[in-house]
């Protein structure tokens, strides 16, 4: 699954177009848009309107785990130029002072700088950091929900010294964006390449069914069945585990000891 | 081969941290106020970041220098280990390392004059007894000496040291700092292995047994004292043909007389550790195989568990004096009596 989550219709309708999403709810507090795999929640401006973004997005597809989250939009720096694209590799709180460190375990196809989020649009440009108002906020909420490798902010320079937040219209927001779909989209791809790394523990779920229909298991007890039979799995793949033998125990407890026995006496390979 | 260097504020500076950072030139620096925030952080995973891990240069404040659980040791009474380093760059599917940290990145701890100073303290609680000190529990010592430097920085104080042991060891061939000086008396470097058929499957990344032999067949020549280290073993239908195998290659390279000590253990996790590490490999075959609970660890059934160490153990004699032999197993656990026999 990929989530983005943009700040303003203008960040959105290009990521809508290019992964031809379609809006499936508009009567919610949030925007959202979905289509297969991909998900976009429109949260609006701020680090606390983006944190509900992300839970409520998060809850309203299936809660998910460990999917790709990305916050795309744009942002201002004192020097780079605008339209350049910056993948965070830090994520620092203006406010509160904390910072995240998104693990970058790919070839970036753009610059990598630290983006500072700030509460009011930034217009100074103090230091040389990329400046935003949703990362911190974002990027705090997605953790929660995904392992940190494969949560990432990705944003578009609108503004600089030379050309200030003044000028950074609907139309301009919309075009930055559209002009770096490539670049996202390589980005996107990298990330999904590394979630499919994460491991997944396969069991058959029929299977599965086929003991918790036939006995009682408590919570703790079916979490240990489903080990024992994801460790046959891998061990014996495809093998038939049901004989007359465990057929005929009453107890949950016998038929887990006789998975283990079973487990035990099978000849151990690497 | 390391593209992001994360660099805590204080030692940005620090003539270490410039050095190491001189051998990444096109890697991404980034300032980090203290390494916990990476590297501890929760929701991470360690088996994603094998892939690309970081280096982590920070400063270690305390806690140098930690005592090893009774019964782990090479000879002496005084035992000790400190990591300049946490994580490797191999990844064997049964190391600890796994399962003990959240992030596979590398950590280097770039104040070694704390660490030197630390352990002269501990040789002047005790300035007669002999003192040892294992330098590769959280890290492999040698795999990554060409950036840390540590032999370069420790053999010299060590040196300096004479009731002191140093304990490197290493699946490393990386030896060339150690052939290029003289040997010093009281430093082991210990070589671990597993059989190759058993390295060739869990120990990626991993120097082949046959360079690993031949590494320290050139340390022998130039005179430092080895050891070999046998824990974790392995079990497997195969075990034993596989030891016997690895024995016969070993000791046809080395001679006894270059041995310091040889030493062996069963694998054995803590159960926290290995939940992690199930959860981060549940389809590795390792896992899955007859291990379960006991004594609060997990390891193989006492029976799989004796049988094995009785037979390496057996095996190893046919080369090696029992005087060199060494179990890596607490003082009070049962199997002790069966590599004492
Ligand atoms: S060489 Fe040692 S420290 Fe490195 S991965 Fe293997 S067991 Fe772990």
């Excluded at chain 1, 943009?6 to 949030?30: H, M």
């Amino acid at each position: 699954m990929i989530y983005f989550v943009v700040a303003l219709p203008s960040e959105a309708k290009p990521l809508v177009n290019r992964y031809q999403l379609k809006l499936i709810s508009s009567r919610t507090q949030f925007k959202v848009y979905g289509a297969r795999q991909v998900f976009l929640i429109v949260s609006g401006v701020g680090k606390i309107r983006v944190q509900e973004a992300v839970r409520f997005l998060y809850e309203h597809t299936g809660s998910i785990r460990n999917s790709v989250w990305l916050n795309v939009g744009i942002a201002g720096h004192s020097s780079y130029p605008v339209g350049t694209a910056v993948l965070a590799h830090k994520v620092a709180d203006q406010i509160t002072q904390e910072s995240w460190y998104p693990p970058i375990l790919f070839d970036v196809p753009c610059q990598t700088d630290s983006i500072v989020t700030v509460d009011r649009p930034e217009t100074e440009y103090r230091d040389p950091f990329v400046y935003d108002m949703e990362a911190s906020g974002f990027y705090k909420a997605a953790i929660q929900f995904s392992t940190v490798e494969l949560v990432h902010c990705f944003k578009v320079i609108s503004d600089n010294r030379r050309s200030s937040t003044k000028q950074v219209s609907k139309a301009l927001t919309e075009r930055l964006i559209q002009n770096r779909l490539g670049t996202l989209d390589s980005v996107v791809k990298k990330i999904e390449k590394i979630a499919e790394r994460l491991p997944s523990i396969q069991i058959d779920e029929t299977r599965l069914k086929q003991f918790l229909d036939h006995w009682h298991f408590t919570v703790t007890q079916q979490h240990q069945l489903r080990r024992l039979l994801a460790r046959l799995e891998i061990l014996e793949p495809k093998s038939a585990i049901w004989s007359s033998e465990l057929g005929a125990l009453s107890k949950s407890k016998d038929v887990l000891n006789f998975l283990e026995s079973r487990i035990n006496s099978l000849p151990v390979g690497l | 081969m390391i593209d992001t260097v994360y660099i805590e504020e204080e030692i940005w500076d620090h003539s270490r941290t410039r050095e190491v950072c001189a051998r990444f030139p096109k890697a991404r620096f980034i300032p980090c106020e203290r390494y916990g925030e990476i590297f501890n952080r929760k929701a991470q995973n360690f088996r994603l970041q094998k892939n690309r891990p970081a280096l982590i240069l920070a400063k270690k404040y305390g806690h140098f220098i930690l005592e090893t659980p009774k019964g782990y040791g090479i000879g002496g009474e005084r035992n000790f280990y400190f990591s300049h380093m946490l994580n490797c760059i191999y990844d064997c599917r049964y190391c600890f390392l796994q399962g003990m940290f959240r992030s596979a990145n590398y950590v280097f701890y770039v104040n070694y004059e704390d660490f030197q100073q630390a352990i002269e303290a501990k040789i002047a609680e005790a300035p007669s007894a002999e003192s040892y000190f294992f330098s590769g529990y959280d890290c492999d010592s040698l795999a990554l000496d060409s950036v840390t430097k540590f032999t370069e920085s420790f053999l010299p104080f060590f040196e300096r040291h004479s009731n002191a042991w140093l304990e490197l060891r290493t699946k490393s061939v990386q030896v060339q700092s150690l052939l290029r000086r003289d040997p010093i008396p009281n430093c082991v470097v210990a070589f671990s292995f597993t059989p190759s058929e058993i390295s060739d499957v869990l120990e990626h990344k991993v120097p082949k047994v046959s360079h690993r032999i031949g590494a320290m067949e050139k340390l022998q020549e130039r005179g430092w004292r080895l050891g070999l280290r046998f824990d974790p073993l392995i079990y497997h239908e195969d075990y034993k043909a596989q030891y016997e195998r690895l024995f016969r290659e070993i000791f046809l390279s080395l001679k006894v007389e270059s041995l310091h000590s040889v030493s062996l253990g069963p694998f054995r996790l803590p159960k926290p550790w290995y939940e992690n590490m199930y959860r981060l490999y549940p389809d590795e075959k390792l896992f899955a195989g007859p291990l379960g609970e006991h004594r609060g660890m997990i390891s193989y059934p006492v029976e799989i568990e004796q049988e094995m160490l009785g037979f390496v153990r057996e095996r190893l004699l046919d080369y090696t004096p029992q005087s060199l032999l060494y179990p890596c197993i607490p003082r009070n656990d049962p199997v002790v009596s069966i590599l004492k026999k």
